[in-house]
Every structure is written in structure tokens, then in C-alpha cells.
């Protein structure tokens, strides 16, 4: 998942919020250096990663890519699904998008100093743009995939993506409203674990499907 879907199962705790962010750029294992909070979101981010790759409705996603795209179409979908979060923001959370914004910089403004230095540089950009806000404009997807593209050694695969994002569109944003009630009750779930049993060792498996879709996360 891209960014406004993990802060948005972190919230409102300030520190999974943070972890939130630092869980695309902490590798390796976690040994207690961070504050617990920042820790454990760090943990929640990887078990969402985990749960979202294995979930059939993704694995079906997925192989409808056209093969160019295919081993590309995770990054495609992220950053579909914050597009179609903010679409459908109302479902989901009480807090107005832009007020929730708002409060997810404040939250990882305060907790900057325990993020790496990968998370900082993001931080800054995700406030002097607002990026969160820009993801419910459609246009900014396909721009942003071209930007990612741009890191890649090879060639860009998303010189032209506008349209075969466009052409899967529809069907993405189908998954997205039947995935995300699923990710939500697992996210809940794994929140309750990771307060329960701290050990890292002590793992609910990411593809554990006792979920129901009537669970929401508080927002």
C-alpha cells in the first residue's frame, strides 16, 4: 500500500503513524533502537505490505496487467488505491481528507527526529507539496508512476502509462472498495497482536482471512 493507506490504518496513534512512513525505509530486523510506537508501526507497515501481496483480490489484479506491466503493477496499484481512498474518502473516515492531512504531517513532524534520514527527506516533500492531497486527482498517478520509472536502471516502463493505467481504471477501483473493508479488519487485528505479544517472533499470518467486512477502522 502507498502512503495515505498506511497512515490512514495507523490512525490515530501518532507513532504507528510515523511507522507508518519509516516502514518503507527501515530494513532489516527491528532490535529496539526506535520508540516503541514508531516501532510497532514499522511492524503493522510490513504486515500490511505482506497481507495486501498475498490477498486474491490483488493476486487477480495483478494478472489482468497487460505482461509488460505486470511485474510493475504492485507500484501501479498503491498508488491507484490512495487515489481511490481519497475518492472515497467518506467511507472510511469522519475527518475531513484535507483536516486528516493536516494531522498526519503534524504527527510525523513531532516524531521526525526518530526517523532515518530516507524518511525525513520524504517527509519534508510530502509537506511543500502536500502530496496526500494531490492523490485525488487521477492525473497524479500516472505522474507519479513516470517519476518511480525514472529511478529504475532499465529503461522507463512508464513513459506511456497514462493509458494503460486509464484502461484499468474501472477495474482497479472495483477491487479497491472490495479489498480495502479486508485490509482494514486485518489491520485492526494485527494492531491487538502487535499490543499483545511484542515478540516479532510471534507472527499471525498475513494471509489469515478470519475478517469481517462489518470492521472498520476508527478514524
Not at 510497532?40 to 494478472?63: C, E, F, K, M
Not at 492531512?101 to 509537506?127: C, D, F, K, P
Not at 497514462?162 to 477501483?173: A, H, K, N, P, V
Not at 479497491?176 to 505479544?197: G, I, T, V
Request: charged residues 25%; proline residues 6%.
Amino acid at each position: 500500500m502507498n502512503y495515505l493507506a498506511h497512515f490512514h490504518l495507523a490512525w490515530p496513534d501518532p507513532g504507528l503513524v510515523a511507522g507508518g512512513l519509516e516502514g518503507d525505509y527501515r530494513k532489516g530486523l527491528l532490535r529496539g533502537e526506535l520508540p516503541h510506537g514508531v516501532e510497532t508501526g514499522v511492524r503493522l507497515h510490513r504486515a500490511i505490505d505482506a497481507y495486501t501481496d498475498a490477498h486474491p483480490v490483488l493476486q487477480q489484479l495483478r494478472s489482468e496487467f497487460p505482461s509488460k506491466l505486470r511485474r510493475y503493477a504492485g507500484i501501479l496499484i498503491d498508488l491507484s488505491f490512495d487515489h481511490f481512498l481519497s475518492v472515497h474518502w467518506a467511507r472510511y473516515c469522519d475527518i475531513p481528507l484535507a483536516d486528516f492531512n493536516r494531522q498526519v504531517y503534524t504527527a510525523l513532524s513531532e516524531h521526525r527526529l526518530h526517523l532515518s534520514e530516507g524518511s525525513q527527506r520524504m517527509l519534508h516533500r510530502l509537506i511543500d507539496h502536500d502530496i496526500l492531497g494531490m492523490y485525488a486527482d487521477w492525473e497524479t498517478i500516472p505522474a507519479s508512476a513516470q517519476r518511480i520509472g525514472q529511478r529504475f536502471r532499465r529503461e522507463n516502463p512508464f513513459l506511456d502509462i497514462d493509458r494503460d493505467l486509464t484502461s484499468q481504471r474501472g477495474r482497479m477501483e472495483q477491487a479497491f472498495l472490495s479489498f480495502y473493508p479486508d485490509l482494514q479488519s486485518f489491520s485492526l487485528e494485527r494492531q491487538q497482536l502487535l499490543n499483545d505479544c511484542p515478540d516479532p517472533q510471534s507472527k499471525l499470518a498475513p494471509t489469515d482471512n478470519r475478517l469481517s467486512r462489518n470492521r472498520t477502522t476508527p478514524c
